[in-house]
């Protein structure tokens, strides 16, 4: 059975801040209820992740970034055709895109929290600022799911 609310993180356990997203669901998954939370984790995004969307209430993809302002930056998303759309590891944008192509409906409300990294070395470990945001990440999350709704979580943007 699909569980309402999808938390899906991304990104490679071995290349140092890269293991932000799947850091944070493990951190979700040993702190938080997830009576109504699934968690996916994967490399990248890819065309097929789509489907995972479906009969989804709220989405929160989750990654590290080099461009982001603060510790982190949490966005809501929309459907966009971009140039991630025909290779082989897509934007959450062209995630959506695929969803509202293939299911001929809008996607759930989706939110991206991306995660300050700095060092994408394979063999790295997280670096140390990294390790900072990420803290600072795991709160906001924890904050998050306790008003797992789109107009609750829109609050949050630009806060």
Not at 9 to 30: C, I, K, Q, T
Not at 76 to 101: F, G, I, N, R
Request: net charge negative; charged share 20%; proline share 6%.
């Amino acid at each position: 059975m699909v569980k309402p609310v999808l938390l899906f993180g991304y990104g490679n356990l071995s290349r140092g801040d890269d293991a932000l997203g799947p850091l944070l669901l493990e951190y979700v998954e040993s702190h938080c209820d997830l009576t109504d939370i699934d968690l996916l984790t994967d490399f990248q995004l890819q065309i097929e992740h789509a489907l995972d969307l479906e009969n989804r209430q709220l989405v929160l993809f989750i990654d590290a970034s080099v461009a982001c302002v603060s510790a982190f930056d949490f966005s809501e998303l929309t459907p966009a055709k971009d140039d991630s759309y025909t290779t082989h590891a897509m934007s959450p944008s062209a995630v959506l895109a695929v969803y509202q192509s293939i299911k001929k409906q809008s996607p759930p409300p989706c939110f991206l929290l991306a995660i300050k990294g700095e060092s994408f070395e394979l063999g790295e470990g997280v670096s140390a600022n990294a390790q900072n945001n990420f803290a600072a990440a795991c709160q906001f999350v924890e904050r998050l799911l306790d008003s797992p709704s789109p107009d609750a979580w829109r609050n949050f943007i630009n806060v």
